[in-house]
């Protein structure tokens, strides 16, 4: 058997993920029971598993802590015949696209724009929609709501970043952006590793804890000048991604795994 693995729960072996998930003690109790049942399935059924494959190596890398199993990297498809640059001008404003919900950190991000003084447009919904708007105030933040694909597109078009401030098994975001041309400015962990390359096709924040994360982010964006990145070459990376080649490498992986069953 082959598995494509997005992550192990990552809710389940990380307490801290499950934090804002239950107001009350007997609802925190039901997560913790609901964690372990997770925990020991995963146990159980990773061994029986012939071949796995991560979407990235921070994944990957989970998997052996976790799993205690080696797994291949083949990172995920991403639609880049639909995301693709075009000639419309860039805009003065920063995007953050996605759900809001707390493991994605849109607070960081709108924080960091409110320090900044900068132009920040929200493209997505979700729980953590009122805090968002409470964090934005007297900052220039504009909350679209859900979005359709082809308006997320011009979006990313025309912003001078994309912005990830929370960590991601991969983010399909990123490579998305990077696709229409336009740089990324991403926490410097998780998936983002493997998709931006620094100055680039992006930048990399780092920090030993939220404020100081909050702080870098807000310098970058202060400072950030668009044209240290070159379009075309954000795009070219991007391609590095298609459908078609996650259709190869996962063929590759599939010919070697039957190959190695059947000597």
Known sequence: TVAYVHSPA???????????????????????????????????????????????????????????????????????????????????????????????????????????????????????????????????VTFLGRVSDEELRTLYRRAKATLMPGEEDFGITPVEAMACGTPVIALGVGGAKDSVVENVTGSFINGADDEEVVRNFADTLAAFDGTRFDPAAIGRHAQTFSREAFRRNMADVVSRTVEHANP
Not at 36 to 53: C, K, S
């Open 10 to 140: 990552r809710w389940a072996w990380d307490r801290s993920m499950r934090a804002d998930e239950a107001d009350s003690w007997a609802g925190r109790r039901a997560l913790d029971a609901l964690s372990r049942v997770a925990i020991n399935t995963e146990r159980a059924a990773a061994p029986r598993i012939t071949t796995i494959v991560a979407n990235s190596h921070a994944v990957a890398q989970r998997i052996a802590r976790r799993w205690g199993r080696e797994a291949q990297v083949v990172h995920p498809p991403v639609d880049i015949d639909f995301y693709t640059p075009a000639t419309e001008a860039r805009e003065d404003y920063f995007l953050l696209p996605g759900r809001l919900v707390p493991y994605k950190r849109p607070d960081i991000a709108i924080r960091a724009a409110v320090r900044a003084g900068v132009p920040l447009v929200v493209a997505g919904d979700g729980r953590e929609a009122a805090k968002c708007r409470s964090l934005a105030d007297g900052g220039d």
